[in-house]
């Protein structure tokens, strides 16, 4: 399994963007890159995934560097509900989460 | 649309006794399916996973087992629980590799 780092924790303000990075650099050519997140209580939610080319859903953007090695998950508006854990899981096939970003949003 | 059942959501079970989680899945077929499980304040810890039935694949050694008996049922057992094995347990599916879905999990406490 492709190693991650991601920030502990990081801030935001509601209706502000959020640029969560993450640092895969031991990712393999075969691995997606899969972001999910988890609110108190509950189990994870899939937020979006990609190989190579940017990525967008009604949920966020994911901005992939170009040899790989990061990627960056994009909330365009911050609200309240998107305050989380954020995983960051380069993986084909089974998924292994790490600490992730804990994501704080205030009012 | 594909659902998934896990029950119970709470359960507080004594050290020494046994335990089975079931886990079920609606509106697909032959997914891949995984138990997860999160001790307090720490990451999810993947457990067991199984591609078909009758297929189990254990990731960490431990006092649990699991079964997967029909298609889209899988089971989380064990015969004696130990105090370590307190923590929020959850189940998923995926077909293929992309969008796991998640159960709402069981809350274990062995007391």
């Known amino acids: 399994d492709a190693k991650t780092t991601q920030p502990n924790s990081m801030e935001s303000n509601e209706e502000e963007p959020v640029h969560l990075p993450c640092n895969h650099s031991t990712i393999s050519g075969t691995d997606y890159i899969h972001w999910y997140r ?3 209580s509950q189990g994870p939610e899939y937020v979006i995934h990609g190989l190579t080319s940017n990525v967008n859903n009604r949920m966020a953007s994911l901005a992939i560097a170009e040899d790989r090695k990061s990627s960056t998950l994009i909330l365009h508006r911050a609200t309240l509900r998107d305050a989380a854990v954020y995983y960051c899981i380069p993986s084909y096939g089974k998924l292994t989460f790490g600490q992730g970003t804990i994501l704080t949003v205030h009012p | 649309s594909q659902t998934i059942h896990q029950w119970p959501a709470t359960l507080v079970q004594p050290v020494g006794s046994p335990l089975s989680l079931e886990c079920t899945v609606e509106g697909t077929s032959n997914p891949n399916l995984y138990w997860y499980r999160q001790a307090a304040g720490r990451g999810l810890q993947l457990l067991f996973y199984s591609v078909g039935i009758g297929q189990i694949s254990s990731e960490v050694p431990q006092n649990l087992s699991a079964s997967r008996p029909q298609d889209r049922q899988f089971i989380l057992s ?3 629980l130990l105090l370590s ?13 992309y969008g ?3 159960g709402s999990g069981t809350r274990l406490t062995v007391v």
Request: one cysteine or more.
């Open chain 1, 38 to 40: 988890q609110l108190p």
């Open chain 2, 78 to 80: 064990s015969k004696k």
């Open chain 2, 85 to 97: 094995d307190s923590g929020f347990y959850l189940c998923a599916w995926s077909v293929g590799q």
């Open chain 2, 100 to 102: 796991y879905t998640f």
